[in-house]
């Protein structure tokens, strides 16, 4: 019998025992022993649930049952999370995550941390959801050398998106509803803002690279300054406005950012909506590999952290391997990235940037006092100096 702690009874962590609960015949039969959750850890009670009697609001309740060999921390945030974690895993207690938060900012301590006390820290639910991403770039892709990660890393702002886009629905009424099905963050503005995705490429980043891509350090724009006019454009060029985290080596460095870009139909992840996620993942050998499936939500979320139990359930006693050091990556700036701009300037200014931009492709969605194109291939750095000589942009978008 494997035993273990449910760290806060929300979102994700009620699926945790809910998948437990519902899945249970299975995961005895592939571990060959039963989980139990044997605690609820949270600040409030559940009068009614059936698991109310497991629910304690004491972590040293817990702390101090030799039987616990495994945490689900979901309760999310810096903040008790970090302390718990660390005391865990100094206990030897193996610690399984949905927290991208904490991963981000400590995953390299805490997993050296881990490994020096013979237990593991994982954290499979804390990029892309229910995805199966962590693991395959820890086990699956070691004989690849990664040259690039491209994905859709954030449930929320892809769902809005989404309904931006088929169903025309103002960005506050979207975002309650994803807030209604669990999607968002506690604080959405890390979701709309692009935080969430930048901790997200940060982490996968530095599964890439084996050492700390900082997810402070990563460019990002989140989605807040998309209109539905921008929408009509990308609808008269045939192409949707997604919210993307890539990540790439360069000549001289390494390469991450965070933005809404428009995509064409005919790319792959234009297929991707609502609350799903996907990542390409591209090696030199193996060439470009996808994966797929729901970025947020409470049991998809909370079968990736079921995975992880099974994983440290599998490997008593020891660590469950994942290269990620503590050596911060130098990142190069968004200047030198290239890309083609989807840009509005007022009508009058449609002979400056002309000009200024050369040849470029106008795009006509029948808005009348605009002039709207797309620019060649250039840097961001030749790009905000273009737009500085043109004046009166009312809007960018990158493409991908
Ligand atoms: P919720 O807010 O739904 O759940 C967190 C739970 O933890 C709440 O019940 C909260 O209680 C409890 N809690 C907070 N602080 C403490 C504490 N000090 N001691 C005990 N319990 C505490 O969040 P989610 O389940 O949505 O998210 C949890 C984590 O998983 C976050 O890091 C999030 O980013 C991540 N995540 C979420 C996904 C999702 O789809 N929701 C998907 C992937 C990752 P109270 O409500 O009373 O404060
Ligand atoms: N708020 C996050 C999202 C949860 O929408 O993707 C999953 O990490």
Redesign the pocket.
Known sequence: MINIAV???????SGVVEVIDTNSTEISSRLGEDIRVKYI????DFPGDPHEAQVVHDIEIIFADPDISVICE???GME?AYTFTKKALEKGISVCT????LVAAHGPGLIKLAESNGCSYLFE??VG?GIPIIRPLNKALTAEHIQSITGILNGTTNYILTHMDEDGVGFEDILKEAQRL??A??NPEADVEGHDAARKIAILSSLMCGSNVRYEDIYMEGITGITPEDFKYAHALGMSIKPLALSRETDDGFFAMVAPFMIESSHPLYMVKDVYNAVFVSGNTLGDTMYYGRG??KLP?ASAVVSDVVDCARHPGKTVACVWNEQDVRLTGIDEYKCRFFVRVSADKKNDADAVFGEVKAVDAGISGEYAFITGVMSNADFDAACGKVGGVISRIRTF
């Not at 760290?7 to 962590?13: A, D, E, K, N, P």
């Not at 949905?98 to 938060?101: A, D, M, Q, R, V």
């Open positions: 760290l806060g009874y929300g979102t994700v962590g850890l949270d600040l409030r979901t309760m999310g008790p949905s927290n991208k938060e639910a804390s959801g669990g999607y963050e506690r947020a939500g979320t």
